[in-house]
């Protein structure tokens, strides 16, 4: 016969035991459902199951992004809402090439998004290629204004030294070259390839930027 006491334990043991036995198995469901979620568009199910207790920050094994980074991809925009409000979301996870949250927002032109991002206190400035870089890329000049005016380094350089202004002349993007070219950026740099920017543009056939360049560096001197 077994004491109430000790009965008490063993049934306290067993059902520790049996809890540990299904945690792995209820993660694993969660995990799916949350990145199936973010897939979809699924707001609800995502503010459910981050009510649960789940870490919005968890990796996709298949392309090692969080939620955020995927449903930033996706263009999930009620999802990205919640994630970017979770408490403990961590903006500066990085994809497998080294992207952020920031930086893919950027990229894509979603300003409410940047917006919200930089209020909560994402990095504007890291080594390598940076959330100023992706704007320009694409030629997203309020987000460009956006990031010089919480101190994104203008002059930033990639891996291989290229700069915010050598990929807005890459894309043809004359006003966001205009911009830094106003807010003090240096267009006489070159990249390890020894490009500058006028050479982006005209390698790219955006005749304008090359020629205007090259007119404003010769004003000044520096040609």
């Given at each position: 016969m077994i004491a109430g006491?000790?009965?008490?334990?063993?049934?306290?043991?067993?059902?520790?035991?049996?809890?540990?036995?299904l945690a792995p198995?209820?993660?694993?469901?969660?995990?799916?459902?949350?990145?199936r979620a973010v897939k979809i568009d699924d707001a609800r199910v995502v503010k459910t199951l981050l009510a649960r207790g789940l870490d919005p920050n968890i990796i996709e094994h298949e392309r090692g992004d969080t939620g955020l980074i995927l449903a930033l991809r996706e263009e999930s925009m009620d999802v990205v809402n919640v994630l970017v409000n979770a408490p403990n979301i961590d903006f500066e996870v990085?994809?497998?090439?080294?992207?952020?949250?920031?930086?893919?927002?950027?990229?894509k032109g979603f300003k409410p998004v940047v917006e919200a991002m930089l209020e909560k206190g994402a990095e504007v400035n890291r080594p390598g290629w940076t959330p100023l870089h992706y704007a320009a890329a694409n030629g997203h000049i309020d987000i460009v204004r956006l990031l010089l005016d919480k101190s994104a380094y203008i002059d930033a350089?990639?891996?291989?030294?290229?700069?915010?202004?050598?990929?807005?002349a890459?894309?043809?993007?004359?006003?966001?070259?205009?911009?830094?070219?106003?807010?003090?950026?240096?267009?006489?740099?070159?990249?390890?390839?020894?490009m500058?920017?006028?050479?982006?543009?005209a390698n790219h056939n955006h005749k304008d930027i090359a020629e205007g360049l090259t007119s404003r560096l010769r004003k000044?001197?520096?040609l």
């Open positions: 006491g000790a009965f008490s334990r063993r049934r306290t043991i067993l059902a520790g035991i049996a809890m540990a036995a198995v209820a993660f694993a469901g969660a995990y799916d459902d949350f990145f990085k994809t497998r090439n080294g992207d952020t949250a920031l930086m893919i927002a950027c990229f350089e990639s891996p291989n030294k290229t700069t915010p202004m050598m990929m807005a890459r894309g043809g993007h004359i006003y966001v070259v205009k911009l830094l070219l106003d807010e003090g950026a240096d267009a006489t740099l070159k990249n390890e390839l020894g500058s920017a006028i050479d982006f543009a000044a001197g520096k």
